[in-house]
């Protein structure tokens, strides 16, 4: 048996330090935290200080009673997880849950799985850092509080099964805001005067601008006749040198922003990538705010680029951290080994250290130099000057590597503008055309998964372990979605200069067109508003900030933990009472208009299944029309005109081979629907234009896609793409395809029965017992056995009699009330019937009258 027991959290960082130790060590994996705070109402006493009641998960106990029994035998166990407040609660929960002795436990921190990393840890241990592990603390409190409290709120003002949570609520209002202010953004037109001149040597050309535009139209026309029969000239001529400096080494943050525009990584892919970088030993820790380098790395780094591209490469650079929570982190995120150029691994991983790997060795590199040009070009007939700007690199320096993406280039990488030809000050110039466009203001842009980030950390809202669950969890609950939108066609005067005659015409560009943005739903606008107007404090800038820098302070012992939770907690609790008893429901309902036809009032809202037209009051004895809003609309946006064409949906067309042909919308969208079949509509499609024809050209297409590619066991096999992939469907079963061993175009005979008889075999051995008139079974899973009930997937509690799992024979004999009794225990009214409630005594009809005000926007 070992002397020492080293435990970390995951498997794939224990095998990597495992060959770094020698034989005297066994190293073992927590799996992450082996504890977690209990469900319900019993997890946090308030009253008692906030004392947490923990509990180890049903899938932990095995690995638990493992640890426990290891750690018992060694004489030394050695805490090993991350250096951030996480990795300390995890020491924490283990030093607790294990039954550790002080002195026979050591905690150890390192920044980069490396041997020389790993045996410096082990020369200088010390002891968990409750400091730390209290600001873990503060953090999982508060927040399970805060989401506790609030979901119930809003399931009883908003809508069942919605949620809450401290950050992803400010995330949530940062985005709805940033969509409001698209919406109510009024362009305003300008001209931009631009020109070529010819230099009258060869095809020597030079572009240049009018630096200020004009505001109407004729202004601009006039400046292009004044100009038609004039002499230009250089009236100005400044060259100047000019430089330019590399971008510090990443934190969490700017990683995840440049990974973003440069590879197209959302951010919790990101994490995931760099997360394996590092437990395989190839990138130091990637949860930082620091952008120092230790004096290892700057050492290393000069050494490899003096090798590489030689000493005139070569510049010193030493970064400060602006960040105040930034203590915790030693370094900033950079290559274990700088020689290594490369990396193995999957093409996620190459393309992911290649970017870290540039924008470390860039950070330690001699600055670009630039020669810069400035004309200016005067016309004989106006005053104004039209300027020429070109700059010449003279040396690469950090180029040579890596140039710094930014939210306006969307990727790209511009080095510098272009290069001016020899000019001199009082050279004639000779037009060879000059334009003024039409140009208009733009909004400001919404915010992508980088650009939140951005913003997030300059509110100093947030932590680098938070930004990715954040933006995963806003989308994951409905509240905000990520996707390409088209732009729409805008009209622009042209007027050109060309040849001594000015002409004018009218083009034609897209604006608008938007791609993998975040654009607020219409329920988080509508739960968003209802925490603006009820919970200020949660979805407030400056609190939640306020709140982030007293974590902060109890991680440095400024302040204690308990006291900040008491601060926080009773003002929130005593909003929550008043919002309950006092709110009215929030459905994000405004006014429209009335209906020509019927003079009732129009109201869009949103209603249980989704963002609604309503025709009609509640009240009146005639019930209300409906009709549900499609993808591309909203309920902030829909005009009266357009909700009034919803109305015109379901329209029925002829039959199309004896069945009945019918275009509508629904929850899904827009779809055809053929007989019994239901066919969504391709995206953006107009289901009001839809005819006879298209309908039949949709129907035909959906039949080739249906139409078997083969056959097994007599039935036939077809194929088509879902939400997990390519999939082939045979006798009701969805079997999906792998990226590996299979083209999903080509799929041969051979192939469909290989994939089907898997499927079939794992469906033979995926049930192990069933209750079918109590929707109730018991299936072989992924990580083992688990319950079905209804739609919800439970854990399978431990055997009561033998306090062990249960085995297949126990399973296969095991008793429903036995099954029934761990659902009530997760799902507590789970068999309670719900009572039918009272019916409502209709209230006298109401004239139709539009007094309702219009929702806020």
């Given at each position: 048996?070992?002397?020492?027991?080293?435990?970390?959290?995951?498997?794939?960082?224990?095998?990597?330090?495992?060959?770094?130790?020698?034989?005297?060590?066994?190293?073992?994996?927590?799996?992450?935290?082996?504890?977690?705070?209990?469900?319900?109402?019993?997890?946090?006493?308030?009253?008692?200080?906030?004392?947490?009641?923990?509990?180890?998960?049903?899938?932990?106990?095995?690995?638990?009673?493992?640890?426990?029994?290891?750690?018992?035998?060694?004489?030394?166990?050695?805490?090993?997880?991350?250096?951030?407040?996480?990795?300390?609660?995890?020491?924490?929960?283990?030093?607790?849950?294990?039954?550790?002795?002080?002195?026979?436990?050591?905690?150890?921190?390192?920044?980069?799985?490396?041997?020389?990393?790993?045996l410096k840890a082990i020369e200088s241990p010390r002891g968990i850092n409750y400091n730390l592990v209290n600001a873990q603390q503060a953090r999982r409190v508060l927040d399970r509080l805060v989401g506790f409290e609030l979901s119930p709120v809003l399931w009883k003002k908003v809508?069942?099964?919605?949620?809450?949570?401290?950050?992803?609520?400010?995330?949530?209002?940062?985005?709805?805001?940033?969509?409001?202010?698209?919406?109510?953004?009024?362009?305003?037109?300008?001209?931009?005067?631009?020109?070529?001149?010819?230099?009258?040597?060869?095809?020597?050309?030079?572009?240049?601008?009018?630096?200020?535009?004009?505001?109407?139209?004729?202004?601009?026309?006039?400046?292009?006749?004044?100009?038609?029969?004039?002499?230009?000239?250089?009236?100005?001529?400044?060259?100047?040198?000019?430089?330019?400096?590399?971008?510090?080494?990443?934190?969490?943050?700017?990683?995840?922003?440049?990974?973003?525009?440069?590879?197209?990584?959302?951010?919790?892919?990101?994490?995931?990538?760099?997360?394996?970088?590092?437990?395989?030993?190839?990138?130091?820790?990637?949860?930082?705010?620091?952008?120092?380098?230790?004096?290892?790395?700057?050492?290393?780094?000069?050494?490899?680029?003096?090798?590489?591209?030689?000493?005139?490469?070569?510049?010193?650079?030493?970064?400060?951290?602006?960040?105040?929570?930034?203590?915790?982190?030693?370094?900033?995120?950079?290559?274990?080994?700088?020689?290594?150029?490369?990396?193995?691994?999957?093409?996620?991983?190459?393309?992911?250290?290649?970017?870290?790997?540039?924008?470390?060795?860039?950070?330690?590199?001699?600055?670009?130099?630039?020669?810069?040009?400035?004309?200016?070009?005067?016309?004989?007939?106006?005053?104004?000057?039209?300027?020429?700007?070109?700059?010449?690199?003279?040396?690469?320096?950090?180029?040579?590597?890596?140039?710094?993406?930014?939210?306006?280039?969307?990727?790209?990488?511009?080095?510098?503008?272009?290069?001016?030809?020899?000019?001199?000050?009082?050279?004639?110039?000779?037009?060879?055309?000059?334009?003024?466009?039409?140009?208009?203001?733009?909004?400001?842009?919404?915010?992508?998964?980088?650009?939140?980030?951005?913003?997030?950390?300059?509110?100093?809202?947030?932590?680098?372990?938070?930004?990715?669950?954040?933006?995963?969890?806003?989308?994951?609950?409905?509240?905000?979605?990520?996707?390409?939108?088209?732009?729409?066609?805008?009209?622009?005067?042209?007027?050109?200069?060309?040849?001594?005659?000015?002409?004018?015409?009218?083009?034609?560009?897209?604006?608008?067109?938007?791609?993998?943005?975040?654009?607020?739903?219409?329920?988080?606008?509508?739960?968003?508003?209802?925490?603006?107007?009820?919970?200020?404090?949660?979805?407030?800038?400056?609190?939640?900030?306020?709140?982030?820098?007293?974590?902060?302070?109890?991680?440095?012992?400024?302040?204690?933990?308990?006291?900040?939770?008491?601060?926080?907690?009773?003002?929130?609790?005593?909003?929550?009472?008043?919002?309950?008893?006092?709110?009215?429901?929030?459905?994000?309902?405004?006014?429209?208009?009335?209906?020509?036809?019927?003079?009732?009032?129009?109201?869009?809202?949103?209603?249980?299944?989704?963002?609604?037209?309503?025709?009609?009051?509640?009240?009146?004895?005639?019930?209300?029309?409906?009709?549900?809003?499609?993808?591309?609309?909203?309920?902030?946006?829909?005009?009266?005109?357009?909700?009034?064409?919803?109305?015109?949906?379901?329209?029925?067309?002829?039959?199309?081979?004896?069945?009945?042909?019918?275009?509508?919308?629904?929850?899904?969208?827009?779809?055809?629907?053929?007989?019994?079949?239901?066919?969504?509509?391709?995206?953006?499609?107009?289901?009001?234009?839809?005819?006879?024809?298209?309908?039949?050209?949709?129907?035909?297409?959906?039949?080739?896609?249906?139409?078997?590619?083969?056959?097994?066991?007599?039935?036939?096999?077809?194929?088509?793409?879902?939400?997990?992939?390519?999939?082939?469907?045979?006798?009701?079963?969805?079997?999906?395809?792998?990226?590996?061993?299979?083209?999903?175009?080509?799929?041969?005979?051979?192939?469909?029965?290989?994939?089907?008889?898997?499927?079939?075999?794992?469906?033979?051995?995926?049930?192990?017992?069933?209750?079918?008139?109590?929707?109730?079974?018991?299936?072989?899973?992924?990580?083992?056995?688990?319950?079905?009930?209804?739609?919800?997937?439970?854990?399978?509690?431990?055997?009561?009699?033998?306090?062990?799992?249960?085995?297949?024979e126990e399973l296969a004999d095991v008793d429903l009330e036995v099954i029934k009794k761990m659902i009530v225990e997760q799902v507590p009214k789970a068999f309670e019937t719900k009572k039918k409630a009272p019916a409502k005594k209709k209230a006298p009809a109401k004239k139709a009258?539009?007094?309702?005000?219009?929702?806020?926007?």
């Amino acid at each position: 048996m070992a002397k020492n027991l080293l435990i970390v959290e995951s498997p794939a960082k224990a095998k990597t330090i495992e060959g770094y130790l020698g034989k005297d060590f066994l190293v073992k994996s927590s799996y992450g935290h082996i504890r977690d705070l209990v469900k319900g109402d019993m997890a946090i006493d308030i009253n008692n200080n906030f004392a947490q009641t923990y509990e180890v998960p049903a899938d932990k106990k095995s690995m638990v009673a493992e640890l426990k029994k290891l750690a018992k035998e060694a004489e030394m166990v050695w805490l090993a997880s991350d250096e951030d407040r996480e990795g300390e609660a995890i020491s924490w929960h283990l030093f607790e849950t294990l039954g550790l002795k002080v002195e026979k436990t050591k905690r150890i921190v390192f920044h980069e799985i490396t041997k020389p990393a790993i045996l410096k840890a082990i020369e200088s241990p010390r002891g968990i850092n409750y400091n730390l592990v209290n600001a873990q603390q503060a953090r999982r409190v508060l927040d399970r509080l805060v989401g506790f409290e609030l979901s119930p709120v809003l399931w009883k003002k908003v809508k069942p099964s919605l949620s809450a949570g401290r950050v992803q609520s400010v995330a949530v209002r940062l985005i709805v805001d940033r969509e409001r202010e698209v919406q109510n953004f009024n362009a305003s037109a300008a001209y931009k005067i631009t020109a070529q001149f010819s230099t009258g040597k060869g095809r020597e050309m030079v572009k240049a601008e009018l630096p200020q535009r004009f505001e109407s139209e004729a202004d601009a026309e006039k400046f292009l006749q004044d100009c038609a029969n004039a002499k230009f000239d250089i009236t100005s001529l400044e060259t100047k040198p000019a430089k330019r400096n590399p971008a510090a080494p990443f934190t969490t943050s700017t990683l995840q922003q440049e990974a973003s525009r440069k590879l197209g990584f959302p951010v919790a892919r990101t994490m995931q990538v760099a997360q394996r970088l590092y437990e395989a030993g190839k990138i130091t820790y990637m949860r930082t705010d620091s952008v120092n380098l230790s004096e290892t790395a700057l050492n290393a780094a000069a050494a490899e680029i003096k090798s590489a591209y030689g000493n005139q490469y070569h510049q010193q650079r030493v970064y400060r951290t602006k960040s105040a929570g930034a203590q915790e982190a030693h370094e900033a995120i950079r290559p274990t080994y700088f020689d290594r150029h490369t990396v193995d691994g999957d093409i996620s991983e190459k393309r992911l250290y290649d970017l870290i790997w540039k924008r470390s060795i860039a950070s330690q590199m001699s600055e670009a130099l630039f020669e810069k040009t400035t004309a200016q070009i005067t016309a004989s007939t106006r005053k104004e000057h039209l300027v020429a700007e070109g700059e010449v690199l003279k040396f690469d320096g950090f180029l040579k590597v890596y140039l710094e993406s930014t939210d306006d280039d969307e990727g790209e990488e511009k080095e510098g503008g272009s290069i001016l030809p020899p000019l001199a000050k009082g050279q004639a110039l000779f037009l060879k055309e000059m334009q003024g466009t039409e140009r208009f203001s733009r909004p400001p842009a919404r915010y992508t998964e980088a650009s939140l980030v951005k913003k997030l950390e300059e509110l100093g809202i947030g932590r680098p372990s938070t930004y990715a669950p954040t933006i995963s969890t806003v989308q994951n609950r409905g509240y905000v979605v990520k996707e390409d939108r088209d732009g729409k066609a805008r009209k622009f005067t042209a007027i050109v200069l060309s040849d001594g005659k000015v002409n004018k015409e009218v083009k034609s560009e897209i604006t608008g067109a938007e791609k993998q943005k975040l654009f607020p739903t219409d329920i988080g606008e509508v739960v968003n508003d209802f925490l603006v107007e009820h919970f200020k404090g949660i979805v407030d800038f400056n609190f939640t900030a306020k709140v982030e820098k007293e974590f902060d302070e109890i991680a440095q012992g400024l302040q204690e933990w308990t006291k900040m939770l008491h601060a926080f907690y009773n003002p929130f609790h005593t909003e929550v009472e008043t919002t309950l008893e006092n709110a009215e429901r929030a459905t994000g309902e405004r006014l429209l208009g009335l209906d020509p036809a019927s003079g009732k009032n129009v109201y869009t809202k949103v209603g249980k299944f989704g963002p609604l037209v309503q025709i009609g009051e509640l009240d009146e004895e005639e019930k209300p029309r409906y009709a549900s809003l499609m993808r591309n609309q909203s309920v902030a946006t829909i005009s009266l005109e357009e909700a009034l064409e919803l109305f015109k949906l379901p329209f029925h067309l002829p039959h199309f081979e004896g069945k009945e042909v019918m275009i509508g919308v629904g929850r899904f969208g827009p779809y055809v629907k053929w007989g019994e079949a239901f066919i969504s509509l391709p995206k953006n499609e107009d289901p009001l234009a839809v005819t006879f024809d298209r309908a039949v050209e949709i129907i035909k297409q959906k039949m080739d896609d249906d139409a078997p590619i083969a056959h097994y066991q007599g039935l036939g096999v077809t194929k088509g793409k879902g939400r997990f992939g390519p999939f082939i469907k045979w006798n009701d079963l969805f079997i999906n395809i792998p990226a590996k061993g299979y083209d999903f175009d080509n799929l041969s005979q051979e192939d469909i029965e290989t994939l089907i008889g898997k499927k079939v075999e794992k469906e033979a051995n995926r049930f192990i017992k069933t209750w079918d008139e109590e929707k109730i079974s018991i299936e072989n899973g992924r990580w083992g056995p688990f319950i079905r009930f209804g739609k919800l997937m439970l854990k399978l509690r431990y055997n009561e009699a033998t306090k062990q799992k249960y085995t297949p024979e126990e399973l296969a004999d095991v008793d429903l009330e036995v099954i029934k009794k761990m659902i009530v225990e997760q799902v507590p009214k789970a068999f309670e019937t719900k009572k039918k409630a009272p019916a409502k005594k209709k209230a006298p009809a109401k004239k139709a009258v539009a007094k309702k005000t219009v929702a806020k926007k």
